[in-house]
């Protein structure tokens, strides 16, 4: 399986971006998505996930991000609203079966 995500720049404090994530060579919706991101100096987080079950979020997220996909398109999302400095970090998507696939990486830049 091949991931690739985009949609990641530069933004101001308060406003929006949605990351996309492209999926080849197996289904969304079968698997579970993810969505992690990684700040300088720190360690890979858990964003959001997506699952045929439902969404799962990191408290810092809640209520400002959505992860939704397109089975159609075998996409999945992020949309980032509210967005705050200490979001800025590289995002990953990750694609979980009984093997595990990461994408490349795309930065988000949040500036105050």
């Known amino acids: 399986v091949q991931l690739v995500e985009s949609g990641g720049g530069l933004v101001q404090a308060g406003g929006s971006l949605r990351l996309s994530c492209v999926v080849s060579?197996?289904?969304?919706?079968?698997?579970?998505m993810g969505w992690y991101r990684q700040a300088p100096g720190k360690q890979r987080e858990l964003v959001a996930t997506?699952?045929?079950?439902?969404?799962n979020y990191a408290d810092s997220v809640k209520g400002r991000f959505t992860i939704s996909r397109d089975n159609a398109k075998n996409t999945v999302y992020l949309q980032m609203n509210t967005l705050k400095p200490e979001d800025t970090a590289v995002y990953y998507c990750?694609?979980?079966?009984?093997?595990?696939?990461w994408g490349q990486g795309t930065q988000v830049t949040v500036s105050s």
């Open positions: 990750r694609f979980t079966s009984w093997y595990d696939t």
């Open positions: 060579g197996d289904s969304v919706y079968s698997n579970t």
């Open positions: 997506i699952t045929s079950g439902g969404t």
